[in-house]
């Protein structure tokens, strides 16, 4: 095996995997839509398991069904941890012990004929545990018994029927108009394990405890409690009418909706010099409203909250990631804007409850707020945080892979931020993975689009330059000209999170596929940002697609250590487990070992992970 360059990119191809005789038949029709979407059309008969057909890899019904088997609902779960088998390589001897937990959706589907979104999917928790001793991983995956999922599913019959529906779902059955049960919490987002507490986070309530050792739910945890305007500054705010609305709002959100008062960002940081666990909530009533309130929380490493602030930003924003540094919180303003009627479809239960929103284009700028994370430090010299700066672009930031800030000796501070992003012409609340809420199918063709590498997510490098006053000399948000393809879940070593980093990982493509160019990913990208021409990438095969890589660091060095990614074979019908070496990542002996995950227990793809080093 060779290696092969895209784009002077060194890779690591693997060999096709069982390959099947070709299938002929006209191309697809292209449909004249700016942006245009990759033509991929749906078979006509119903399909009960979305089993992969013998086909030529790159027909458009094969990529139909390869796109489903990502998707695939999984009721079964593991009583007892399960030994997995390596196919290929060995455990490598100084791989650490830890676990690898990984959360997302594990059910889309009911018994009843319904359908969700993957953001509404019940939340499936994955736990891969590593015995540096013995040389075994040993697998455990159980569903995290929500609120809803006891309400939804009956464990004497093992049936389930949807009756929540979800801010991205419409139910086919039962009861729409006056159907309050809008705000789902499946705790799929994300997973921490910090302290003595293993925690899955969902973006609209408070997460729910896990037991570590065997997955069981132990109940919801409150680490909202008390984050309410008690430390707000209102004078600086004046008379504020959309106080008064929030006012009227509540007793129908909280009451009639049941929506939490706030709810929690999924994504957390962590800062390392401080052994710190950050956190943001926002008022539920803000979705609605031209104003968001940010409470931001610090906790040690026993949960005890070390500090909590609250900052109120005039502008109407949906934030899904952020980042932070040293001395600053950074909210990068995703703007949005309320839809009267979408509002109204959704109140009547015809339209998911996202069409209540959409998102605001009105500006052609990519709005930054620089918060104070130590505001008392600074307030000599501290600038009106609620102005943002402005960067000349207008990109709908995904994730943050990191941020770090370097403060120079005349006190000009310079701030670096490694993200994802999207376009605002592409992105749509409704259509997040190609699920077309009313035909209840999942399309792929909304996440591959002719020449979409701009508009799909990609890589982005975020700079802001403050001279010693605190004012802007430079603020923008470029594309990484090292790797334009389509990318999304950038990462880097945990150790290096909030310093200065070399090396930025992501989950790619190489856009070999012509009727799946841009999503699902098969490939993971490491980029060398000290380089100028170093991208280096390892490649899954035909028909092989990856979710979220995860760094699991072993010695000093920033690439000292291993890269896990879950492979899914869908010519196989099969899920791995596998381990990379980061150093050989663009070489033929990158992957260290791929471990198979028993047939019967295959899982859908996965949204973000966390590795627990014991």
Not at 160 to 188: E, I, Q, Y
Not at 210 to 234: S, V, W
Not at 546 to 557: L, S, T, Y
Request: aromatic share 10%; glycine share 6%; hydrophobic share 35%.
């Amino acid at each position: 095996m060779q290696t092969k360059p895209i784009h002077n990119t060194p890779t690591y191809i693997p060999p096709p995997i069982r390959p099947s005789p070709p299938v002929h038949q006209p191309p697809p029709s292209i449909p004249p839509t700016k942006p245009r979407a990759v033509s991929i059309s749906a078979p006509n008969t119903p399909v009960a398991v979305p089993i992969p057909p013998i086909v030529e890899p790159d027909d458009s019904n094969a990529a139909y069904y390869d796109y489903q088997f990502l998707f695939i609902s999984q009721r079964s779960e593991t009583s007892q941890p399960v030994t997995l088998s390596t196919v290929e390589g060995v455990i490598p001897a100084d791989f650490p012990s830890g676990t690898y937990y990984l959360t997302g959706p594990g059910l889309l589907a009911d018994d009843h004929g319904s359908t969700v979104h993957p953001l509404d999917g019940h939340g499936y928790l994955r736990a891969f545990t590593f015995d540096n001793a013995t040389k075994n991983v040993k697998y455990m995956a159980k569903y995290i018994k929500t609120d809803a999922h006891v309400e939804e599913h009956d464990p004497k019959t093992d049936k389930w029927k949807f009756t929540h529906r979800g801010p991205f779902s419409v139910l086919k059955g039962g009861k729409k108009v006056g159907n309050t049960k809008v705000m789902k919490n499946v705790a799929n987002t994300s997973v921490l394990k910090w302290g003595e507490k293993l925690l899955c986070m969902w973006e609209g309530g408070e997460p729910y405890e896990i037991q570590a050792g065997t997955l069981d739910t132990i109940g919801r945890y409150n680490m909202m409690d008390g984050a309410d305007l008690e430390n707000h500054d209102e004078s600086k705010d004046g008379v504020d009418v959309w106080e008064v609305a929030a006012n009227l709002l509540k007793p129908i959100l909280y009451g009639v909706f049941k929506m939490p008062p706030r709810r929690l960002l999924s994504h957390y940081k962590v800062d390392s010099r401080r052994n710190r666990l950050l956190t943001v909530s926002c008022n539920a009533e803000d979705m609605l409203l031209p104003r968001s309130n940010f409470t931001f929380a610090e906790y040690d490493s026993n949960f005890n909250v070390v500090q909590k602030q609250v900052f109120r930003i005039p502008d109407h924003l949906m934030i899904h990631d952020w980042a932070v540094t040293d001395t600053h919180y950074i909210v990068f303003a995703n703007r949005i804007k309320l839809d009267v009627l979408g509002s109204i479809a959704a109140v009547y239960g015809m339209s998911p409850m996202v069409s209540a929103l959409r998102v605001n284009p009105s500006k052609s700028t990519s709005p930054i707020y620089l918060i104070p994370r130590f505001p008392d430090k600074n307030k000599d010299k501290e600038r009106d945080w609620r102005v943002p700066f402005e960067a000349p672009s207008q990109l709908w930031l995904l994730h943050v892979g990191n941020a770090f800030e370097i403060r120079y000796p005349h006190r000009n501070l310079d701030i670096q931020i490694q993200a994802a992003a999207c376009s605002y012409q592409w992105f749509n609340f409704s259509k997040l993975f190609g699920y077309d809420w009313q035909k209840k199918k999942l399309d792929p063709s909304i996440m591959n689009v002719k020449g979409g590498n701009e508009l799909l997510p990609h890589l982005v490098q975020v700079s802001i330059k403050l001279d010693s006053d605190y004012n802007c000399q430079e603020c923008d948000v470029k594309p990484m000209k090292k790797w334009q393809k389509s990318s999304d879940f950038p990462a880097t070593n945990p150790t290096f999170s909030g310093k200065k980093n070399k090396y930025l990982y992501a989950a790619t493509t190489l856009g070999s596929r012509k009727t799946l160019p841009c999503f699902p990913f098969d490939t993971v990208v490491k980029l060398d940002l000290e380089s100028d021409n170093s991208a280096q990438t390892w490649t899954a095969g035909s028909r092989r697609f990856i979710g979220e890589p995860i760094f699991v660091p072993k010695g000093d060095e920033e690439d000292d250590g291993y890269l896990l990614v879950v492979e899914y074979a869908v010519s196989m019908n099969r899920c791995y487990l596998v381990i990379l070496d980061p150093k050989r990542i663009g070489a033929d002996n990158a992957l260290i070992a791929r471990i198979e995950i028993p047939s019967h227990l295959n899982f859908p793809l996965g949204f973000h992970g966390f590795w627990a080093a014991n």
